[in-house]
T-cell receptor, first 115, second 112 residues
Framework: EAGVAQSPRYKIIEKRQSVAFWCNPI?????LYWYQQILGQGPKLLIQ????????DSQLPKDRFSAERLKGVDSTLKIQPAKLEDSAVYLC?????????????FGSGTQLSVL | GENVEQHPSTLSVQEGDSAVIKCTYS??????FPWYKQELGKGPQLIID?????GEKKDQRIAVTLNKTAKHFSLHITETQPEDSAVYFC???????????FGSGTRLQVQP
């Protein structure tokens, strides 16, 4: 089966610019996550969707980060304006519905460099 | 919220030796403990997981042990091979509250 697709693979921007990342989860996966992974650290949850609804966005810096999953399939994460400390890999993950498994399927991520 | 601590941060072993990575968690209600392997330029991949009603689980050369009382769990890799070289992350969560909290990772280097 096709995996979780993310684009772009790399992005370099200057601080105060805006950027958007796209994720297409595995077909049929109802739950979608965005994680931020700073170099040398573990992934940190930014937001969790169940279909097109937000389940948990408690760690999302809402003054600059936003995310949507309008049709309950693909998702977009946006940063505006970017700060130097936003340099990280942004990972998207999805999970099958119905509690069949706790396993998360991760994409390869978008590596963001803010200069 | 949950806090997961992982050590060591780096681990170098000779091919064929065993490797052990340890994690502790803070939330006594956590009941699901997976381990993910991340290779360079890729997203993490699940390699093994354990639930709180089980003390140990094994899958070929990989095993995980859980001590609920002490709130710690460990990954054991036996007969290490160069392809085991990667960053390993432990994680914890409560069933029903699906988001995982990850540890800070262990970079394992298996020397041929």
């Amino acid at each position: 089966e096709a995996g979780v697709a993310q684009s772009p693979r790399y992005k370099i921007i200057e601080k105060r610019q805006s950027v958007a990342f796209w994720c297409n989860p595995i077909s049929g996966h109802a739950t979608l996550y965005w994680y931020q992974q700073i170099l040398g650290q573990g992934p940190k949850l930014l937001i969790q969707f169940q279909n097109n609804g937000v389940v948990d966005d408690s760690q999302l810096p809402k003054d600059r980060f936003s995310a949507e999953r309008l049709k309950g399939v693909d998702s977009t994460l946006k940063i505006q304006p970017a700060k130097l400390e936003d340099s990280a890999v942004y990972l998207c993950a999805s999970r099958p519905p119905g509690g069949r498994t706790e396993k998360l399927f991760f994409g390869s991520g978008t590596q963001l460099s803010v200069l | 919220g949950e806090n997961v601590e992982q050590h060591p941060s780096t681990l170098s072993v000779q091919e064929g030796d065993s490797a052990v990575i340890k994690c502790t968690y803070s939330d006594s209600a956590s009941n699901y403990f997976p381990w993910y392997k991340q290779e360079l330029g890729k997203g993490p991949q699940l390699i093994i997981d354990i639930r709180s009603n089980v003390g140990e689980k094994k899958d070929q050369r990989i095993a995980v042990t859980l001590n609920k009382t002490a709130k710690h769990f460990s990954l054991h890799i036996t007969e290490t091979q160069p392809e085991d070289s990667a960053v390993y992350f432990c994680a914890a969560s409560r069933t029903g509250r699906r988001a995982l909290t990850f540890g800070s990772g262990t970079r394992l280097q298996v020397q041929p």
